[in-house]
């Protein structure tokens, strides 16, 4: 495409590949990835795909299909960190392509491979596999589907028809209605824009709703047998203040309404109080380096397509804005957000922002080219730094190759900025830097949090030493999904109270400081006593990354080896 020199392009194709492979094996993060990798080995064990549980008890939380594509990795690899997170850097390598596809079909190629640079470079898409969650999934099912369904429009091939519904059913399995919904408002927007209304009442889209409902027929029989078919069960609702138990719900009612559109009418027990533009500072951070770029390429292209409108001008390109901006709305509504919410539109921004880009190379006049240059080179500027703390201040001594290739990778991006065309300053320097910045995160300072993931620790531990189960006990109300998946087993939890009246006259316990100060009263002595430190690392903050307030900010837990005394 003449974009960029074949080098470059190795180069960057290469370092992406490493380090996303290198990512498969880090360990996995409390709490979400940490009890989806946990209900999954507890999936894998039972067989009971069709009724979702964990430790014996009715899970009414995700859809299936995280638990269901980890499980089946479990039971041909064994349990281990890549076999839960490959499921998800598959579903990574088809979103990248089914973005460049799609940016094709609109546009060009080049418009297409520059927006999947953008995707593959931005710090959700490296976030989405380092900390697994459903939206991976979601994300690479949702632009397939949509890539496919234009396929549909453009060639009129039933076979692309087929490939999208059965994309959308699994997007639905996924992250429930959000998988539809996604599709339906891009695609939607792009029939509008173009003013092809009859495509709105094309008779294959109720072909293409059945199949998608083919594929949803395991989950919603699954759904239906566990829950409404039992009225009498009470499940327990986790909110951000006390847990509400309800009965008579229904588990389909559940994935199709309550808990994604619930989530607007206040119909779900979540409630999180934040505000409207949550997603806004959210977006910054997470889609950088390309974040500021991305701003401008929405504000531009909403400008253009307002007066576009006024102008009535036909045949506009309406899918990208309508794939971004709606869900990104209607998602900010929602009583409840997590930043992960809105990673699914990011293939939508990729291609606007690579449209942008490449516009702006190419059409517009020197001052615009070097605005985006003093953006990008300001950006990558910030990230070298913070990379450069995390890598020499907040955990100091690093190894020597990741020394190198982080100097490497930074010293090539601000080489292109400084003697490259623009369209290199702009794309080629920001995603060698930000690969960069992710070569610190993924091989440095990653492995260095996992040290006071404290319930880890105690699972290997508990593994490592052949902790009998009927001898091994997790204190009740611990967050331990990492203790059940690095100890590969499930220890019983016991209350403080209970615990007094054990009979083994041997055991092992991971507990914390408050169980410790009540050994007195349980007729047990301590033979050992293992200290651990504790820290949620995927909530960061100063006083942690700070070396010298590191220890102050984290908590004790402990495994204890205790005998009977009486």
Same mark, same amino acid.
């Given at each position: ?336 957000? @997590?930043? /992960?919410?809105?990673?699914? =539109? *990011? ?9 942008? +880009?490449? &516009?702006? !190379? ?112 997790? @204190?009740? /109300?611990?967050?331990?999904? =990492? *203790? ?9 939890? +016991?209350? &403080?109270? !209970? ?68």
């Amino acid at each position: 495409m003449g974009l960029f020199s074949k080098w470059s392009m190795q180069v960057v194709f290469i370092t992406a590949t490493f380090l996303y492979l290198s990512g498969l094996f880090l360990e996995v993060m409390e709490v979400d990835s940490a009890q989806y990798a946990a209900m999954s080995m507890d999936m894998a064990r039972t067989g009971n795909y069709l009724e979702v549980m964990y430790r014996g008890v009715d899970y009414l939380d995700k859809p299936p299909l995280v638990f269901w594509t980890a499980s089946w990795m479990y039971q041909l690899f064994g349990v281990s960190n890549w076999a839960f997170k490959l499921p998800s850097l598959l579903f990574t390598i088809l979103a990248l392509i089914s973005t460049y596809k799609l940016g094709h079909l609109l546009y060009n190629k080049r418009i297409g491979f520059v927006a999947c640079i953008i995707l593959l470079s931005s710090q959700a898409t490296f976030l989405m596999n380092n900390d697994v969650r459903t939206d991976t999934l979601l994300t690479g099912s949702v632009i397939f589907a949509v890539w496919q369904i234009m396929a549909f429009l453009h060639y009129h091939k039933f076979k692309n028809l087929i490939f999208g519904f059965i994309a959308i059913g699994v997007a639905m399995l996924a992250k429930g209605p959000l998988g539809i919904m996604i599709p339906v408002l891009a695609i939607g927007s792009y029939i509008l824009g173009r003013q092809n209304y009859k495509d709105l009442f094309k008779w294959q889209w109720i072909v293409g709703l059945a199949i998608s409902g083919l594929v949803l027929a395991p989950m919603i029989w699954g759904l239906y047998q566990q829950f409404d078919l039992h009225p009498e069960k009470e499940i327990l609702f986790h909110s951000q203040g006390e847990p509400v138990v309800k009965s008579n719900v229904s588990g389909v009612e559940f994935y199709f309404w309550t808990q994604s559109f619930g989530r607007l009418t206040g119909e779900n027990v979540w409630d999180d109080g934040s505000g409207p533009f949550f997603f806004v500072h959210t977006f910054l951070w997470s889609f950088l380096p390309w974040a500021l770029l991305a701003v401008w390429a929405i504000l531009w292209r909403i400008f253009h397509t307002i007066r576009d409108v006024f102008k009535k001008r036909p045949k506009q390109e309406w899918l990208t804005l309508g794939g971004t901006l709606l869900p990104f709305v209607a998602m900010s509504m929602s009583h409840y957000k @997590l930043p /992960h919410y809105i990673w699914p =539109t *990011f293939p939508f921004v990729a291609i606007i922002t690579s449209e942008f +880009i490449l &516009r702006i !190379s190419f059409e517009k006049p020197q001052w615009w080219k070097n605005s985006l240059t003093g953006i990008q080179l300001f950006v990558s500027t910030g990230l070298s730094i913070a990379s450069a703390v995390l890598l020499f201040w907040a955990f100091p001594e690093p190894p020597l190759g990741v020394v190198i290739l982080w100097a490497g990778l930074t010293l090539y991006g601000f080489y292109n900025f400084w003697i490259k065309a623009t369209v290199n300053r702009i794309i080629l320097s920001t995603a060698l830097i930000a690969l960069a910045t992710n070569a610190v995160l993924t091989l440095h300072f990653y492995p260095n949090l996992f040290p006071y993931q404290s319930p880890a620790v105690a699972g290997k531990w508990f593994l490592e030493n052949e902790i009998p189960t009927d001898r091994g006990f997790i @204190l009740e /109300h611990e967050s331990v999904f =990492t *203790f059940d998946l690095y100890s590969r087993n499930f220890y019983p939890k +016991i209350s &403080r109270a !209970s615990f007094a009246e054990l009979q083994q006259e041997e055991c092992w316990i991971y507990a914390n400081p408050e169980m410790l100060h009540q050994l007195d009263l349980t007729g047990y002595d301590v033979v050992e006593k293992k200290v651990l430190r504790k820290f949620h690392i995927t909530a960061l903050t100063a006083e942690f990354l700070n070396p010298k307030t590191r220890e102050e900010s984290c908590n004790d837990r402990f495994i204890l080896h205790l005998v009977k005394t009486e």
